[in-house]
């Protein structure tokens, strides 16, 4: 029987990076995300490319019923989840504290912090059950130092930490790993969604430098979840080499 992932926003970006990565390696994978075109047609695709067994499941994290609709009762062969990767999340707007949008701050919330609660909550169960599992939170160099006009996100990403911690002290007598990825400037959708369909903003944030891209992260949550059952990387910040925290970057 194959391995079992879960990975949640696996329409794009890392997410969907992450999928191809394990699925390259013959784990069977439960993906999600939003936009069930995307969602399906990427389905077909691990399936038809590396002979594995996908499970397709269209619903948004912020809300707390199609959450816990769709992943608590979960078919019998898809219940031994063995990593759940916490990915779906987002940016909106970079705006000083004063002229930041509220229903920006609510969606980055709502997203971010209470999604990867209700999706957790749903699958520790299993996992508990089956007395394995691995939490694979993605935060962000953001949830480690703010920076200008991060305000919500920050708090946002500062939420994951603490939450990833939290987690790692009460899972523990489960035996369930914790691992909070912190990435700095990746090239995604990240910065087109950030500002909100603009590309030519989006484009700018990776002007001069190289960043970093999807299948880096898919490379390190591949690493850190194929270690021996008694390790676990609790936590790593990784950005490209010419950024040095979350606003001095060397470009050129
Ligand atoms: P993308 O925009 O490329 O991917 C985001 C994914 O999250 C999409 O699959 C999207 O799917 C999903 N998603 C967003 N909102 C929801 C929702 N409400 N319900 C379900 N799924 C949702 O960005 P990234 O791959 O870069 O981002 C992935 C994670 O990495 C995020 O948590 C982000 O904060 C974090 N991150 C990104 C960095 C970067 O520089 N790119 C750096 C550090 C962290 P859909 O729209 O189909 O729902
Ligand atoms: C994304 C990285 O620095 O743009 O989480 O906030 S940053």
Redesign the pocket.
Known sequence: MNNIILI??????????IAKKFASNSWDCII?????E??FSFADELKNKFNIKVLPL??????RKEVFDMLSNLPEEWRSIKVLV??????LGRDSFENANLDDWD?ML???VK?LMYVSKAIVPYMIEKKQGHIIN??????KEVYQSGNG?CA??FA?DALSKSMRIDLLQHKIKITA?????????????RFKGDEQKAAA?YHGFV??Y?ED?ANIAYYVATLPPSVCINELTVTPTAQANTYLFHKE
Do not use: C
């Open positions: 949640t926003g696996a329409t794009s970006g890392f997410g969907e990076a999600t995300g939003r936009r069930k995307r969602l269209v619903f948004d994290v912020q809300k916490n990915n779906a999340g987002l940016a969606t709502d997203t971010n999604g993605i935060g962000s160099i953001a949830g996100y946002s990403k994951v990825i912190h990435p700095g400037a990746a090239e995604t959708e990240f910065s087109l969604v944030m960043p970093l999807a992260i």
